[in-house]
């Protein structure tokens, strides 16, 4: 359920030596001008983490090896963190073969929005968004983690969601911006005022937590 790890599937065709770049544009509907940028881009964004050692120098002219798909989807939950909405799935009405449409009927999605008060200060508060049908998430009802990360929110009809993944825990609690917290009434791991997760026992983890948090931070430094 990621609409960026579908992009990176087609990056990849439109990097195949023996690909027809114009008919794999007309199959998928794609623009021609916006996938060549798409891949000049990735070009750059390549040298750079080359350059920064994250990457072999060979990775820019050949990318042969699949990907792990799981460390692509933890590395957009990670990023776009904390780009985030909240995913409940309500029972459905009726059971056997059913559209996207109507699975997604049984999904609630909600998203932390901030406006600023008189004082100055900023008021948050919960509000409830769409996904938008273009995206592979939509109608998406077995996700496997209550939280999808974004890069657009926009108001049109509704209050839609755009190119979204769903998220990775792991991901979010080693890789978001705020530092894990354990609230002990509500016995869950709260990330900021964005994300929490449900765990009995997650005192437990939180030394965990904050070590390879700060491992990661000094990989990356």
């Known amino acids: 359920n990621s609409d960026h790890c579908a992009w990176a599937v087609l990056m990849r065709l439109w990097m195949d030596n023996g690909i027809a770049r114009g008919l794999l544009c007309r199959k998928y509907g794609l623009s021609y001008e916006r996938m060549q940028a798409a891949f000049f881009e990735r070009r750059h964004i390549a040298e750079s983490l080359v350059q920064a050692r994250f990457l072999d120098k060979n990775f820019v002219e050949v990318d042969s090896q699949p990907p792990d798909w799981n460390l692509v989807r933890a590395a957009v939950s990670g990023g776009l963190f904390p780009n985030v909405v909240q995913a409940k799935r309500s029972p459905p009405k009726f059971t056997g ?9 049984n999904m609630k999605y909600e998203v932390v ?11 948050h508060y919960r509000k ?17 983690c209550p939280f999808v ?5 926009q108001q049109t009809t509704k209050l839609f969601v755009y190119d979204a993944t769903e998220a990775n825990v792991w991901a979010i609690l080693l890789l978001g911006g705020k530092q894990p917290e ?3 009434d509500q016995r ?3 990330v900021g005022i964005w994300a929490s997760f449900r765990c009995e026992r997650g005192d437990l983890l939180m030394d965990i937590i904050d070590v390879a948090r700060r491992g990661l931070q000094a990989v990356l430094a």
């Open 128 to 144: 409830a968004c769409h996904m938008h049908p273009n995206s592979l998430c939509f109608g998406a009802d077995g996700l496997q």
């Open 113 to 123: 929005q901030a406006s600023v008060m008189e004082s100055g200060t900023l008021d």
């Open 188 to 190: 869950c791991i709260k």
């Open 149 to 153: 990360v974004f890069y657009t929110l």
């Open 182 to 184: 354990w609230d002990a």
């Open 97 to 105: 073969p059913s559209s996207p449409g109507d699975r997604n009927k």
